[in-house]
């Protein structure tokens, strides 16, 4: 018979399964103490479908711009909804920076 493992099994929870769900990522800046609550289908579609965990890498507070931040997954119930403000993906702008070079 194999031996149970003494490590925690950590369950692999991304993006995509998140929003499958009807759950809200929850991102705190540690700095500036902000909380704000987005839909997994949106981050998504910026960084792709990856863990959860991994979207504060991705990231920086709009307040303060620094990148400490701390992410989490939450299922909250009708009557908590109600009560949280959702920002939602409105569009995705990309910028050309033009970058010159003299010859010598």
């Given amino acids: 018979m194999p031996e149970l493992s003494s490590r925690p099994r950590r ?25 704000r609550h987005y839909l997994p289908g949106d981050l998504a579609k910026l960084v792709g479908d ?36 959702v920002r939602r993906l409105v569009e995705i702008r990309m910028v050309r920076r033009v970058i010159w070079r003299d010859d010598d």
């Fill in 11 to 35: 369950n692999v929870q991304t993006l995509g399964l998140a929003h499958e769900v009807g759950q809200l990522i929850r991102v705190r800046c540690l700095n500036c103490n902000i909380t």
């Fill in 50 to 85: 990856i863990p959860f965990w991994d979207v504060e890498g991705h990231m920086r507070c709009e307040r303060c711009k620094r990148r400490e931040l701390d992410a989490s997954v939450i299922l909250p119930s009708a009557a908590e909804r109600v009560k949280i403000r």
